[in-house]
């Protein structure tokens, strides 16, 4: 007769009894009371059709059958234990390895702050980023989880929100300002070189403006498209164009650079970093004047 799953903790039982020859014992390593173990213990022999302990008032000992099975469970059954083990300890303080996807603007502003102080708290987890700004679909391509800005996250996934609104700027070296002048409404940038961006399906982004009830998405003009905020800020201080960017990336570097925001009347819509894993979820756009 083949062992079904359900008698792992039967024959755990029967093994625990065998070493210690006393229900009483076994009871004790195994948390469970001694009429309990008796009561599984002659379930698994009704199953399996064999008698495996010979018991009476004062003494516990193994039919020829119980040593047999006794001998076979050894190894097999102590690797078992050992793995519940490693689960357990995973319980009790989280451990392992967990791949990510993020976009490169969200690894720079919101996870490199916060790493340090993560590693801190959970020194045995053992983080795998990988920073790519395509939209990767993050259960195909085998990662744990992701984050996306809102409005990209497919809808089968388990969002969480993991910041507030991200804001966006435009921004331009005072060199090239100087030389096709300061856009003061959207529709200005019509006369501008825009460092155009690639978004991660492929698409070339619209760039966005808010001001109160009304909204524009422009197709902005420009020679050179990118993928990449830091290649794009770079271009942007050697007055290849204007940039967009969240106002985090570019804030930083206008008192010591050549760059300096420019963001005509309107403001860009800000939005939220959300986190995502394998599920079902909502997400949305977070836009605030």
Same mark, same amino acid.
């Given at each position: ?17 065998? #070493?210690?020859?006393?229900? #009483? ?17 002659? $379930? ?13 008032? #004062? ?39 967990? #791949? ?138 050697? $007055? ?50």
């Amino acid at each position: 007769m083949a062992f079904a799953r359900s008698d792992l903790a039967d024959l755990a039982a029967f093994a625990a009894i065998a #070493r210690h020859r006393n229900f #009483r014992q076994a009871g004790v390593e195994l948390g469970v009371s001694a009429s309990a173990l008796s009561h599984a213990l002659k $379930g698994l022999e009704e199953r399996l059709g064999v008698k495996l302990l010979n018991r009476t008032n #004062r003494s516990v000992t193994l039919t020829a059958a119980g040593e047999d099975l006794l001998r076979t469970l050894g190894d097999p059954l102590a690797a078992v234990l050992a793995a519940e083990d490693v689960l357990n300890r995973h319980r009790d303080s989280p451990r392992g390895r967990v #791949r990510v996807n993020v976009p490169d603007m969200v690894a720079e502003h919101l996870l490199a702050p916060v790493l340090p102080e993560f590693q801190r708290r959970w020194p045995e987890i053992e983080l795998d980023i990988y920073v790519d700004n395509r939209l990767l679909d993050v259960f195909d391509e085998g990662f744990d989880a992701g984050v996306r800005f809102g409005g990209t996250v497919p809808d089968d996934m388990i969002a969480q929100r993991l910041s507030a609104e991200v804001g966006w700027t435009i921004a331009g070296s005072p060199a090239y300002l100087a030389q096709h002048g300061v856009p003061f409404h959207p529709h200005d940038l019509a006369g501008h070189r825009c460092l155009q961006v690639r978004l991660g399906d492929d698409r070339t982004y619209r760039w966005e403006f808010e001001r109160e009830a009304e909204s524009l998405a422009l197709a902005v003009p420009g020679t050179i498209t990118h993928n990449n905020s830091a290649f794009a800020t770079a271009m942007a201080l050697r $007055g290849a164009g204007l940039v967009y960017l969240p106002t985090a990336s570019v804030a930083p570097i206008w008192p010591a650079a050549p760059c300096r925001p420019c963001s005509p009347t309107g403001s860009a819509p800000a939005r939220r970093c959300t986190s995502i894993i394998p599920g079902a979820a909502i997400c949305r756009w977070a836009c605030a004047c």
